[in-house]
Every structure is written in C-alpha cells, then in structure tokens.
C-alpha cells in the first residue's frame, strides 16, 4: 500500500448558518461541493442550530453560551469546521472564547474548538491551498466585503483570487467595497432609517460598477443589498460567491428582503 493510499481525507464539518438553512440551502450544496472538491470528508451535523450571534450582540450571554456549548459539542470532533459565512465564522473563531474566558472546565475546550474555525474561502485558499475552480460563467460581477469575514477574519483578497479562475469571468470592483451595507444583523431592525440610508450607497456603487452580477459571502448582506435592489428596480442579480465557484447559478439568484 501506498503513502498516498494510507493517507486519509481532512473531516470537515461544515456549519450551515440559519439562514442558509431557511432561505438559501443552495450556498449549503455548494459549500459542501466546493469543501469536497478540495479533497476532504464533509460532514453535516443535523443537530446543529444558531451560532448565537444575534442573542450575543443583543448581550444575552446566556442563551449565547447555551447556544455555544451546542455548537462546540456538535462539531468539535472535526478537524475543522467551516461556514460559509464571515459573521457566524467570527462569532465561532472569535467570540466564543470570550463566552468562556475564565472557566476552568471550558475555556481552553473552547479554544481548542474556535483554532479549527474558518470561514469557507479562506479555507479554500488558505488551508487547503486550491489555487482554483473549474467553474465557468460569461459574464460580469463584482464583490462585496462583508464587515464581519474582512475586519475579523482578514478575507478580502481569497473570493477575489478564486473567482479569477472562473473561465469568462470579469471581477469589476466597486467603490468602497469594503464599507458596511447596512445590515448588520439586528442593526437593520433597531435603526432602520440609517439602515435605509447605508445601503442605498452601496447599491448605487453596485449599478455603477455595470456588472451583472453582485456576489458577497454573508447571507444576511446579500438579502439586505438584494432587497434594495429589487426595490429600486434593478437587474442585478445577487448570488453568494460560493454558488459562483462552484458552478450553482441555474436556480434564480437571491431574494431580497426588507422594507
């Protein structure tokens, strides 16, 4: 038997978000395609719920900690776990810890969970080292920078990289791509006017990009820029950037969301 025989695939588990789950299972399929396409063994673990981040900002230690014991339980058997997703990512690599700083019988449990923690692409490009996809879509896009996956996780150049790959691809950027679209989880409920007024600036960088398509790697990013697009009366497609890499943009693009 060979070396290369003997050796076995990386476990991933791979933690889908809420709203992956409930509003756009194709990032899921896709994320599992893009995590095997890499060369490694993904897992699904159905038990899985919310990562905790809403009750988290909202200070609710509590249910946020309950919630994190479930995760950690959940997936922590893995050799690494991955989200398509840079907020949930965050809050799993770096919030969790402070959830359980000072305890004896969790905090380096914690620890030794949150180091196996990425978000999607960046595990793409920086663990696995895929230098690219096979993907191929004629046309233009350009990309978005969800606050989360940039400020906490340092993504920005790793979902640009991969999508040069995709064979008749064009990656126009936009300006300020790296500014905040207005979501911001329960941000865009308690302050909807300046909510409103944010993302209204990032679609009109978006329509002045010209691209076809407008691609992010946050589903609650990608629901609120769609909503305003559509409101607005725009074309423009809004994908997550893991549908695009992996070849799934048959099904409609996503659906906005909001007032």
Request: negative net charge; proline residues 3%; contains cysteine.
């Amino acid at each position: 038997m060979t070396t290369a025989q003997t050796m076995t695939k990386p476990k991933v588990g791979l933690f889908a978000t809420c709203l992956v789950d409930l509003f756009r299972p194709t990032v899921g399929f896709a994320a599992a395609q893009l995590i095997e396409d890499a060369g490694c063994e993904v897992h699904v673990p159905m038990a899985q719920t919310c990562c905790g981040q809403p009750a988290y900002n909202s200070g609710d230690r509590k249910d946020s900690r309950d919630l994190a014991v479930q995760v950690i339980e959940l997936f922590e058997a893995f050799d690494y776990v991955v989200a398509p997703s840079g907020s949930c990512a965050a809050m799993l690599k770096k919030h969790y810890p402070e959830l359980f700083k000072g305890d004896a019988q969790w905090e380096e449990r914690c620890r030794r969970f949150s180091d196996k923690v990425h978000e999607l692409v960046s595990f793409l490009t920086d663990v696995m080292f895929v230098p690219g996809v096979s993907a191929k879509l004629a046309g233009t896009v350009t990309y978005h920078d969800s606050c989360s996956g940039l400020r906490e996780l340092g993504v920005q150049t790793q979902p640009r990289k991969l999508l040069a790959s995709v064979e008749g691809l064009e990656v126009r950027e936009m300006d300020g791509s790296d500014v905040c679209c207005g979501f911001g989880g329960t941000f865009c409920v308690k302050y909807a006017d300046i909510s409103n007024a944010i993302v209204s600036k990032k679609t009109k960088a978006i329509v002045e990009t010209g691209a076809d398509m407008m691609l992010a790697g946050d589903m609650g990013c990608l629901m609120n820029m769609a909503g305003k697009l559509k409101r607005e009366g725009s074309a423009i497609e809004v994908r997550h950037v893991a549908e695009v890499l992996a070849g799934m943009t048959a099904k409609a693009p996503i659906a906005g969301s909001g007032k």
